[in-house]
């Protein structure tokens, strides 16, 4: 396999390529696809460079990214030869701008956790061999290799390790985001890293929290429209802190034995919401992009004191962070 991505990085993108991928076995998923679509896979990870363009001229849909990780044939799309020790031959030299070619369109990151900034001194001292490694080699600064071990997707020898850690975090993986979080950061100043902790000692509020999440500082004053830093599926901005899987409270929200509840509500659970919102002067917002029920439906993420509307801030401060104590009732009449 190796021979395989080296014939395709010195020949580029030629009849070869093709001919080539064409002999080897495809997965299912791969037949699927039609030989044009194939073609155009492996011609778009040899230049990668060309896909945010595509992506903005709207020629290439989101979905259409190719995804080079976990595989044995893509190596072209970060690498532009063949790795030795001395000499990566990485696309770009720079770590974040290699990853965003890609995932500047696919999602912002920026909710997760920002990248580019020096690490300070006390935190240096925290960090274990590996991350103060890959620290080192992006010249001091939190890059995605930071967290993310990319060669664990490179390399044939590392990549048993997809099942337990398919996110390659750097020395994971971790039962819980946080366990990542103080990998670097101090656990005795925890509350920094808390969104919910939104006002200061005097009351004020701390606008770089509402940041986390929204991305305009949403106006307290007049017309109460928000947005958010994730554009689609809402409960995006709570999984990346929070371990949901299975969910505290029993509800399962992938497939499974237990119902999800992170889907669009039926008519009948959708009109007893709506009759239960005032008749308890509560407020259960469903995500705005998709319809569905979302962590913020039943937990207000607000600290006390935010929001001024009595049904929105309702819950807010309150143990579990619950719009209710008893929530079932809200949605569901038996
Ligand atoms: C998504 C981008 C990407 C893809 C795809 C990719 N690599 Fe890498 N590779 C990197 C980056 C970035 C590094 C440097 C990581 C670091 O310094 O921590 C790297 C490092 C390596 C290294 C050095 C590993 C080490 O432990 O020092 C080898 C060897 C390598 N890649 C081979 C490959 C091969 C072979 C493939 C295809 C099967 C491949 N890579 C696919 C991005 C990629
Ligand atoms: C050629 C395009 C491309 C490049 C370059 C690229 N990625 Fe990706 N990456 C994808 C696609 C497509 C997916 C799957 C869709 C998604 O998660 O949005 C993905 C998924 C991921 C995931 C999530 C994996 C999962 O299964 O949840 C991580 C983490 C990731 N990429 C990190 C990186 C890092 C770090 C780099 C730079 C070394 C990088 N990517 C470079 C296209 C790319
Ligand atoms: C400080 C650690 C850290 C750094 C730095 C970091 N990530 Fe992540 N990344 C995470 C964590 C934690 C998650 C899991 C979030 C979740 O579970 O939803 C994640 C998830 C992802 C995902 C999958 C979720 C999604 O949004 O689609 C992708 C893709 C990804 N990272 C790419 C990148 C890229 C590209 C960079 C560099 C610009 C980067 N990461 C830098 C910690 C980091
Ligand atoms: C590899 C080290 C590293 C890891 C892992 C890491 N961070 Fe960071 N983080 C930093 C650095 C460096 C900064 C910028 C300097 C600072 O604020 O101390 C930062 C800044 C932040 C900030 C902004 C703080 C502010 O005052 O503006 C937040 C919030 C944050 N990190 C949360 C997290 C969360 C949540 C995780 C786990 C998903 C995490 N970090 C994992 C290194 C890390
Ligand atoms: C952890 C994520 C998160 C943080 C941090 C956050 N918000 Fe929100 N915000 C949400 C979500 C989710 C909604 C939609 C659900 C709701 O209304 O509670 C929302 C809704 C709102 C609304 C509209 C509520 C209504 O119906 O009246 C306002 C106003 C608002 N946020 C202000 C703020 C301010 C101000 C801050 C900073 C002090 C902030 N938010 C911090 C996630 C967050
Ligand atoms: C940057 C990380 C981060 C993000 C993003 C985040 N949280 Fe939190 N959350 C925390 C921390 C840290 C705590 C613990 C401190 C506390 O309870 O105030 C917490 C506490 C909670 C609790 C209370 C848990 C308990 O045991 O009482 C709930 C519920 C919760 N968050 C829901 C959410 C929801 C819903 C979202 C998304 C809209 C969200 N969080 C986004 C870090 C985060
Ligand atoms: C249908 C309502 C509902 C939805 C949707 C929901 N939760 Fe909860 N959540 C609850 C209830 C009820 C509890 C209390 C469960 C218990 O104590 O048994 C809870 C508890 C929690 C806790 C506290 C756990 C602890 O240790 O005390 C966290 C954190 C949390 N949820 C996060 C989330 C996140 C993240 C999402 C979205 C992925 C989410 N929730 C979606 C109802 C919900
Ligand atoms: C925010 C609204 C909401 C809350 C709160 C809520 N549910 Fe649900 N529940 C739903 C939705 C939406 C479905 C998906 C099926 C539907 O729409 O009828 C569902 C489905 C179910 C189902 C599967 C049965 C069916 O009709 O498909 C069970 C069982 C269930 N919920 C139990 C509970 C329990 C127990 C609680 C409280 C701990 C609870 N739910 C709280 C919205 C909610």
Redesign the pocket.
Known sequence: MQGLCRVIWLSGVGLLVVALSAGAASPPEQQKQSAMSKKNEEQLLSVPQQIPKLVAEGALTLAQVPNPHWRRDACQACHAGTPTRTNLKLRDAD??RL??T???A????S??????MPVPKEMKTRLSKPFAQAVARARGT???????DVPMTCLPQRVGARGLNP?F??EGP?RD?TA??YR?HDPEQYPRLNPHDQLDKTGQLRESTCLVCHDTPPDMTGERKVDFT?KQDLS?LC???HPWKPHPGGFSFKTGALPDHLRVPTARVLDRMRVMERRNNISLPLDPGTGKVFCGTCHNVHARGVLKTAAAAKGAGEKQRLRMPEMCGNCHDK
């Open positions: 770590i974040n990853c965003s890609c995932h500047a696919l999602s912002d990151h909710y997760i956790h920002p990248t580019g939190i890059s995605c290799i930071t967290c993310h996110r975090f750097r971790y985001r990542l979080c670097c994730v995006r999984t990346g802190c």
